[in-house]
């Protein structure tokens, strides 16, 4: 049930919201890479610093922070998108699936979940790729169609 929540929660921000998701899209697969690069080694050293802090957590915070806190952050501040009518409520769907694919596993570690959860992320794993290259795709499209809050 976390999974269709958060997936509900996200679709409803963005069609709601309306505001521009290539930037932050782009924002999210970046730090996708970065964490993949950098996060583990990062949270061994915090945790041989703070011996307290164990390292699953801070792996958690810094997936959480760089692939949805930051992403996020980014769209709430961005311009009006430069996408119009079902196009943008493609895109914003895309978003939201591409972004609960990359936090069911972290969800799933953190929350028991049931079996409408576990339907779900397997569904979107199994769509995974194609989800991941229509989503870049649009995201570019909004990069080049938004200019300074006006369309083209």
Do not use: C
Not at 19 to 43: D, K, Q, R, T
Not at 61 to 67: I, T
Not at 108 to 132: K, P, T, V
């Amino acid at each position: 049930m976390i999974l269709a929540v958060f997936l509900a929660a996200l679709l409803l921000l963005f069609i709601v919201v309306r505001h521009n998701v290539g930037v932050p899209f782009l924002a999210m697969i970046a730090g996708v890479a970065v964490y993949e690069n950098w996060g583990a080694s990062f949270a061994n050293l915090v945790s041989e610093w703070v011996p307290e802090v164990q390292a699953y957590w801070v792996q958690y915070a810094l997936y959480g922070l760089l692939v949805v806190v930051f992403p996020l952050i980014l769209y709430l501040r961005a311009g009006k998108s430069g996408l119009f009518g079902v196009l943008r409520i493609i895109v914003s769907a895309i978003f939201a699936i591409v972004l609960t694919i990359m936090v069911a596993e972290p969800l799933a570690n953190i929350f028991s979940f049931d079996n409408l959860s576990y339907e779900i992320a397997g569904f979107l794993n199994s769509i995974r790729g194609i989800a991941m290259v229509a989503g870049i795709s649009a995201a570019y499209v909004d990069v080049f169609l938004f200019h300074s809050g006006k369309t083209w």
